[in-house]
């Protein structure tokens, strides 16, 4: 099972959990309707065409409402820290959730106990809320841009609002930043740092850097970085070992971009509806052929 | 008494940041919105405080405290209860703490602007004045500020930390007002 988690900005919404499925660009879980806006329906919106473009079953996901005041997150963290084990999901991806400690300790040693522990994917608050923890190394992929990877480096901060080495920073700086995040277990195994240059990293080391097509409008549009997110999780539960997917959703996602032609008032639901076109475009390269040792997630 | 510290606050004017040897203390809130709110009244008020990143010790997750001159506590809690919006606790502190990031960054895009403080970007069309973009972030109020602001004129919309709830919100509220000059 692929397992998104992260809140909506509804207030009035409750817990909602189940398959996800895209009609009319919408999504929905069961019958209730989401818009592919910004956030966590941006990832779950990229996530369920991943899967259904690799003929998957949908994504299971669990959402409420919530506009910062927690109240969504909490029943979020709660709910999983109570079905994880049943649920036995093979990878997951936790978005926009409160950072909270208390909460994410109760959720982290679920996932400690259950028996086969899943792949493990967070961004946005709950990325900020695993590194503040101490316990970045227990998770397994980490998508930060810039902005996050330097509040990743900086073992003193817990939160990017307190960061302010990377604001003027030069673009041979990114890999010292890396490497410190890793060093002082800032991050997991895994990470993709999204920006004008993406770098795809494995255990501190930059193994693959991307920067073409160069889209400079996408910096603006909120949103794409969730698409990358919900990519790579969709990528990495259909069999991709983790490098390959984090490659193939960044160039998918500059393609996308590409595609939407966009200007810096574009919204993400332009660049999302073009994310099929562009995994075609790489299917051929990255795709076939991969399809016999990519059983490892998908079967757990 | 109130009059007593305008006149003291009239002679301390300029940089917000504190001396070294200067005693202060932190309000502490259960949330992030109660930090700004806290902020508005003592702001409005005229006390000399800021919002600032709390101490090891007592960070749950999604936080701001307030720092203030200890010389001015019970002047700072009398206003605060009279508003109802007293403090979980006030403690003194004496170490570094973080500060928040107080630099923005713009980027020109011929007829949009962008503007970002630590994690927020905020994007709007030069010509119109209108928020076009948010981008950034990762608490759950981002998505609800986008909601919210985008499709609005930067002057006539709500700002965000009269919106927001968080951390993230407080940074957008940092871009948004640096937005508001370059557009002045």
Redesign the interface.
């Known amino acids: 099972m692929l397992l998104l988690a992260g809140t909506i900005p509804d207030p009035g919404l409750p817990l909602i959990y189940g398959r996800v499925r895209i009609k009319d660009d919408r999504l929905f879980i069961g019958e209730r309707p989401f818009y592919l806006h910004r956030g966590t329906p941006s990832m779950i919106g990229t996530a369920a065409i991943v899967c259904h473009s690799l003929g998957l079953e949908e994504p299971y996901c669990v959402i409420a409402g919530d506009i910062g005041k927690g109240d969504g997150s909490k029943l979020i963290y709660n709910y999983l820290a109570e079905n994880i084990h049943t649920l036995k999901p093979t990878v997951c991806s936790f978005h926009y959730i409160m950072p909270d400690l208390m909460l994410h300790h109760k959720l982290f040693c679920a996932l400690k106990n259950i028996e086969a522990k899943p792949f493990l994917v967070a961004d946005a608050g709950y990325m900020y809320i695993a590194k503040m923890s101490g316990c970045a190394d227990f998770y397994d992929l980490f998508t930060p841009d810039l902005g996050e990877l330097a509040f990743l480096a900086d073992e003193n901060s817990p939160h990017p609002f307190y960061t302010r080495g990377f604001i003027f920073h030069r673009p041979d700086e990114v890999e010292d930043f890396i490497t410190k995040a890793y060093k002082t277990k800032g991050t997991p195994r895994f990470l993709l740092v999204k920006g004008h240059t993406d770098f795809i990293c494995e255990n501190g080391r930059v193994m693959k850097t991307i920067d073409e097509p160069n889209i400079e409008a996408l910096e603006c549009i909120g949103g794409t970085g969730d698409t990358i997110t919900g990519m790579v999780a969709g990528l990495i539960y259909g069999g991709h070992q983790p490098l390959d997917a984090c490659y193939i959703s960044a160039m998918a996602n500059r393609i996308a971009g590409s595609l939407a032609n966009p200007t810096p008032a574009t919204q993400v639901m332009d660049v999302i509806q073009r994310i099929p076109e562009a995994l075609k475009t790489l299917r051929k390269e990255h795709f076939n052929g991969r399809q016999e040792n990519i059983k490892t997630h998908r079967d757990g | 008494m109130k009059g007593e510290m305008k006149i003291r606050r009239l002679f301390s004017k300029g940089s917000e940041k504190y001396k070294e040897g200067d005693f202060r203390g932190l309000l502490v809130y259960p949330?992030?919105?109660d930090v700004i709110l806290a902020e508005k009244i003592l702001k409005g008020e005229g006390y000399k405080v800021r919002v600032v990143?709390?101490p090891?010790h007592l960070?749950?997750?999604?936080?701001l405290v307030i720092e203030f001159p200890l010389i001015e506590q019970l002047g700072i809690e009398r206003i605060l209860k009279e508003k109802g919006r007293a403090p979980l606790n006030v403690i003194p502190i004496s170490d570094e703490i973080?500060?928040?990031?107080d630099?923005c960054?713009k980027?020109d895009?011929g007829?949009?602007l962008?503007i970002?403080a630590?994690?927020m970007?905020l994007?709007i069309?030069k010509r119109t004045k209108q928020i076009?973009?948010?981008?950034?972030?990762?608490?759950?109020?981002?998505?609800?500020l986008?909601?919210m602001l985008?499709g609005k004129n930067l002057k006539e919309t709500p700002s965000p930390k009269d919106l927001?709830?968080?951390?993230?919100?407080?940074?957008l509220h940092i871009a948004y007002e640096d937005m508001l000059k370059e557009v002045d």
């Open positions: 949330s992030t919105s990143g709390p090891p960070r749950t997750g999604c936080d973080l500060e928040p990031i630099l960054q980027k895009f007829d949009y962008m970002r630590a994690n970007k994007i069309d076009v973009n948010i981008s950034g972030g990762g608490c759950p109020d981002v998505p609800y986008a909601e985008i927001g709830h968080t951390v993230c919100a407080y940074a």
